[in-house]
């Protein structure tokens, strides 16, 4: 997860130990519906692109990164 939000954002990782773990969940859920450039380009070669889901909880929007 640490790899996604980095290459991203372009944060080191002094920034992202800096930000407030409810902040990061927040890019998290607006990826979900956006997801960042790098992670469309992998879709779009090398797999088919996922039906969009609707997030509930906490624990599915951390599987649904991992799905990433």
């Known amino acids: 997860?640490?790899?996604?939000?980095?290459?991203?954002t372009g944060w080191t990782?002094?920034?992202?130990e800096a930000t407030p773990w409810p902040d990061?969940?927040?890019l998290m859920h607006y990826?979900?519906?956006f997801p960042p450039i790098h992670i469309l380009?992998?879709?779009g070669f090398f797999?088919?692109?996922d039906q969009p889901r609707t997030i509930t909880n906490p624990?599915?929007?951390?599987?649904?990164?991992?799905?990433f």
């Open 41 to 43: 380009v992998k879709k």
């Open 59 to 67: 624990d599915e929007l951390q599987a649904a990164i991992k799905d």
């Open 31 to 33: 990826w979900v519906a």
């Open 13 to 16: 990782v002094q920034q992202l």
């Open 47 to 49: 797999k088919e692109a």
């Open 1 to 8: 997860m640490w790899g996604l939000v980095i290459t991203a």
């Open 24 to 26: 990061v969940l927040e």
